[in-house]
């Protein structure tokens, strides 16, 4: 698993400067969007029941303000719209990148 070496917010985009110096670029909204928190995805009981998960999908005009590292395995963003639970692992981000 790689680490971030350097993170940078550029205009609306999140830059990430991996350790093996590819990068890789987030635009904010869509970084909200995949966010994998409980709040965002939803989550299941025991019984499979799914909870959570059915608020909105598109976030237009949401940028991220600022981040914070979470051990040594992910990224917790702070979003202008208050949301900051999600918790990107570097594997998940990694992830992210090849679909953009």
């Known amino acids: 698993m790689q680490s971030p070496a350097n993170i940078q917010l550029i205009g609306n ?3 990430i400067l991996w350790a093996d110096q ?3 670029y987030y635009p ?3 970084l909200r969007a995949a966010s994998p928190s409980a709040q965002n995805i939803g989550e ?3 019984l499979g029941n799914q909870y959570g998960g059915d608020g909105p999908k598109h976030f237009p005009g949401v940028v ?3 981040w914070e590292r979470v051990g040594n395995y992910a ?3 702070d979003f202008s719209d ?4 999600g918790l990107y692992s570097y594997d998940y981000l990694q992830k992210l990148a090849e679909r953009h």
């Open 75 to 77: 990224l917790r963003f």
């Open 13 to 15: 985009e999140v830059a």
């Open 64 to 66: 991220v303000t600022g």
């Open 28 to 30: 904010m909204e869509a």
């Open 22 to 24: 590819t990068e890789s």
């Open 44 to 46: 299941r009981d025991i």
């Open 82 to 85: 208050g949301h900051r639970t």
